[in-house]
Every structure is written in structure tokens, then in C-alpha cells.
């Protein structure tokens, strides 16, 4: 999965996010929201920790780890978030 300019673009507009290190960083709130989703996960709680900042147009897979985390990995096996999850009973 790749985050390009115009969809940073729409969701900096739509959370009225004007920091301009977002010309070049996707926004971490993105990503973690998108890795849920791609995941088709649900959770009370969530620990997320950003590891590294993901470069836009940068290749970024969705890994699940185990039941309980999911990883934002790069084509190079860099760790970019991790999300520790607390899923609902």
C-alpha cells in the first residue's frame, strides 16, 4: 500500500491538519486507522507506537503479527508502527 499526495491531501483537509511536516511524513493517525481496517480489526484498547516515519509514496505493508499486534512494515523490513491491541470481548 502507498499513501500519495492527493489522498494525504484530502485527509489533512478533512482533520483540518495544517503541520507542514505532513509534505513529506504521512500522517501516523492514518496509517494506524487503515491498519485496522485492513485488518478488519476491532479492539477496545490499542497501544500504538510509532517506530519510524513513513515517507509518502513509500511501499508499506500490513502484517499481523500474532492476534494481538499488527506491524506497518517497508520494502526493507523496517518497522514503520506497531498497534497492540486490547480486542473486544
Known amino acids: ?19 507542514p511536516i505532513h509534505n513529506e ?3 501516523g493517525q492514518l496509517v494506524s486507522q487503515m491498519m485496522l481496517m485492513a485488518m478488519s480489526l476491532e479492539a477496545n484498547q490499542c497501544q500504538i507506537n510509532y517506530v519510524k516515519p513513513i515517507l ?3 511501499n508499506i505493508k500490513f502484517i499481523e ?3 494481538q499486534e499488527i506491524i506497518a512494515i517497508n ?15
Do not use: Q, R
Request: aromatic residues 6%; without cysteine.
Open 1 to 19: 500500500m502507498k499513501f500519495n499526495e492527493i489522498w494525504i491531501n484530502e485527509y489533512l483537509a478533512l482533520v483540518n491538519d495544517d503541520n
Open 25 to 27: 511524513i504521512v500522517p
Open 56 to 58: 509518502i509514496n513509500e
Open 65 to 67: 503479527e500474532h492476534e
Open 75 to 89: 520494502d526493507d523490513g523496517e518497522i514503520k508502527i506497531k498497534i497492540s491491541l486490547s480486542t473486544k470481548k
